[in-house]
């Protein structure tokens, strides 16, 4: 689950960090103001980040990023920290590296959709077949008692009208689970994005 709401909110907060970092805004200052935003798990641990920074409880912001890492759940994350991490040891182009990671991750989650949106390919159809075509073969099957009660019963021997429609009623029956499970299929392989 952390995975899925770091991996959410992580674009935007490569772009809010590149915006401020490219008008002169220090990288602490900036940390500070995506932990006040509204970027969900990622937000909550720069927040509480600062506030362990501000107390003067750890050792320095290069600490806390490391520590950081740690519970990071998506690769995109961790290669964020990993990132800030090396440009508060290592004076790195934090800009640069910024941008080419929100080109990166632009990229990934158009792939996730386009995945997401191949895999829902069939799903309308099925979910047409299955609703539409089994209720009416199953109305059908529950009118060939009353069709075939006449001379043509005579030739055939035909279920009582009572064994049809409990057959029809529990066709009705799978055909919504089935419609449901199709569903739940679909929805289950959502990216979350």
């Keep these: 689950m952390r995975s899925l709401q770091e991996k959410r909110e992580l674009l935007y907060v490569i ?3 590149d915006v401020l970092i490219s008008s002169g805004v ?9 932990g006040k935003g509204g970027y969900g798990i990622i937000s909550e641990d720069f927040s509480s980040m600062m506030e362990r920074l501000t107390s003067g ?7 806390e990023l490391k520590a950081l890492q740690k519970t990071a759940e998506s690769k995109g994350y961790q290669r964020l ?3 800030l991490y090396t440009n508060v040891t290592q004076n790195t182009d934090l800009v640069d590296t910024l941008k080419k990671q ?3 991750m632009e990229e990934e989650r158009t792939e996730e959709v386009e995945k997401y ?7 309308p159809e099925s979910l047409l077949s299955i609703g539409m075509i089994g209720p009416i073969i199953l109305a059908i099957i529950g009118l060939v008692p009353q069709i075939m009660s006449g ?3 005579a030739f055939m021997s035909l279920p009582d009208a ?5 057959v029809v009623n529990v066709g009705l029956i799978l055909t919504l689970v089935a419609m449901f499970f199709i569903g739940l299929k679909a929805h289950t392989k959502d990216p979350g994005l």
């Design 117 to 123: 949106i191949e895999t829902l390919g069939g799903v």
């Design 81 to 83: 920290l990993n990132t």
């Design 15 to 17: 772009r809010t960090l």
């Design 102 to 104: 929100g080109a990166r």
């Design 162 to 166: 009572a064994v049809m429609n409990s």
């Design 151 to 153: 001379d043509l019963g």
């Design 26 to 34: 220090g990288l602490e200052a900036a940390l500070h103001t995506i």
């Design 57 to 63: 409880k750890t050792r320095g912001l290069g600490d």
